[in-house]
């Protein structure tokens, strides 16, 4: 890859600063890649923090879970009920919970007994019938209340939903997006450049101008010893599933099943995910990936994805669906949408809206 800088900011008396980028964001095109240059280091240092306010691209936050602290906002479902007048029963009545198999992590984030003066209530089941009693106790019959559906993630929260059954206390911390400095931004831009130059390519060869491109890790240069990219071939192929980010997954999968395993890949690749396709990786795509290639994605364990378009009507980051932040979902990855030093129109007239990206 090669890049000249811009002459405007070629003599040392130019405001290199006066971009933002410490003259980072001076490159133009040598025929054939494109590079962000990096002669002229910030005043920092390619190692210094950007604040977030002047990243190149703005991070999508995930909103895993709604903190409820509006009582119109708390979910509720109808449980069972049932009296305990006898502090005695209470320990016979929890075993018999374990025993009965009531005792189930769908309920671990309430509490199961309940005191009121003298009595205590505890907490059955959400099933559609009342589930049957321990014959040697005597107890009244159960009855429905409604009971929160989630723990409560702040003070405010808990006090609401207690008032409708004692809950679990159980406070996450806010997503925090990474730190970048000038160097990550560096790379990600000769990312980005690559798609640019891609996607023209595509579109001249007669297919959609939709690209993936998986670099080499900015740090852990390890884990992947090439760089991969691939666009959208559906067209040429007629293949409905022949979307870019799945073309470049299946290209990370062909080089590394033709890799000899390490010894700690071996060892402990099936323990921490390192034999996932995209573990610690990150993927760049020019327009934001669909429902499909998000879940594709999720289940490669890749570490974050740029795109450049939003999908707004069928994307899988952000437009009709967020997939990493679903609840059911056991892998979450960081999106982060590009903004920065071009004009993206060509990219989005291309491409319908309707198009799964």
Known sequence: MTGTRNPAHSSPESNDDADGWGGLSGVQEDGGDVTTSTSRKPPCGLDEIV??????????????EKEEEELDDIELVQAWIVDIPDPKHIATMLKWLKQSGLDTDSLSHLKRIRR???S???LLATSHESPALPPNISLSAPYQLPVPCNPALTQTSLQLKNTFWPTVFAPKRKWEPEKWTYGKISWASDAIKRLRNESAKAAASGELPIVAYVPRPY???DQLSRPFVAN??????????????????RK?????????PTITQSEEGSRNGAQYLLTGLTLFITHEPCIMCAMALLHSRVKEVFYIVPMSKTGGCGGVACVPSLKSVN???SIGIWKDNFDASDLQSAVSSKIDA
């Open 116 to 118: 009121e003066g003298s």
């Open 252 to 260: 990370v999968a062909d080089f590394r099943a033709q890799q000899p």
């Open 219 to 221: 740090e852990g240069e």
């Open 232 to 249: 959208d071939t559906r067209i040429s192929t007629k293949h409905p599933l022949r979307h870019a980010a799945l073309n470049v997954i």
């Open 331 to 333: 892998h979450r990855f």
């Open 120 to 122: 205590s209530n505890l």
């Open 51 to 64: 604040e977030e306010e002047n990243l190149p691209f703005t991070w999508k936050k995930l909103s895993l």
